[in-house]
């Protein structure tokens, strides 16, 4: 089974409108790590915003927040007020094991990611 | 601070031949972990390094190894390359690879095999 699933390939957003990426997730580990990134044409992997499963607040940075709901294992990335330059690939990621040593916490698994697109 | 620099940029190779992508970690980062982009398998995990030692490996044949650098650079080796090995490889470092740390990613070495 997918530890990360993305289930939208490809969004259209106008541009100032809000818009929300989905992101579910399988894990049995109850200490856990939740990333999002984008991907823009470049290449270069960026950073948005980071969930930790122990966490009692959904996590913001700007324009970007995420809506972490536990019991139904998701997390989707919510963009307000987009801009043409949010047009790239975004990936959901998890990382488990937070709470202990050991080689499997030192990995991000990533989904496959969705695209968006920003229209005018 | 400079970010994470990877080298080369793009690479050509053919079929049989080994290649050495490289990457430079952001200053003071110890951890640098590799990861494989196909537009078929996604973004998987390669290895990761923290002063000098592997410290976890993914699901990759052995033509792939790496290893890092008393500075904390990192190289990686393909041997006996395959067509199937055309891809983005990107480098990311982080203080310490644990917990809550965010990972900081290179632009990546685009490798085609032909």
């Known amino acids: 089974a997918q530890k990360i699933t993305q289930t939208q390939p490809g969004m259209f957003v106008q541009e100032k409108e809000a818009v929300t990426l989905d992101c579910t997730y399988d894990t049995s580990d109850p200490s856990y790590g939740l990333f999002w990134y984008k991907q823009p044409s470049s290449g270069e992997m960026i950073f948005l915003i980071y969930q930790g499963s122990y966490d009692q607040q959904n996590a913001t940075e700007g324009r970007y927040s995420l809506n972490f709901q536990k019991a139904r294992k998701s997390a989707n990335l919510v963009i307000s007020a987009s801009q043409l330059g949010d047009s790239a690939m975004y990936f959901c990621a998890m990382r488990e094991g937070l709470r202990r040593s050991g080689a499997g916490s030192y990995q991000l698994t990533f989904g496959k990611g969705t695209k968006l697109s920003v229209i005018p | 601070k400079a970010g994470v620099t990877q080298t080369p940029r793009y690479l050509i190779k053919t079929r049989g031949q080994q290649v050495t992508l490289s990457c430079s970690p952001i200053?003071?980062?110890?951890?640098v972990s590799w990861y494989q982009q196909t537009p078929g398998q996604g973004l998987q995990f390669l290895f990761e390094y923290f002063s000098e030692t592997q410290r976890n490996k993914g699901n990759f044949p052995g033509r792939f190894s790496g290893r890092q650098f008393s500075n904390s650079r990192s190289e990686m080796n393909v041997s006996t390359l395959e067509l199937g090995d055309s891809a983005l490889y990107l480098c990311a470092s982080s203080s310490s690879g644990l917990s809550n740390e965010k990972l900081f990613f290179g632009s990546g070495t685009q490798l085609s095999v032909l």
């Open positions: 200053s003071g980062h110890r951890s």
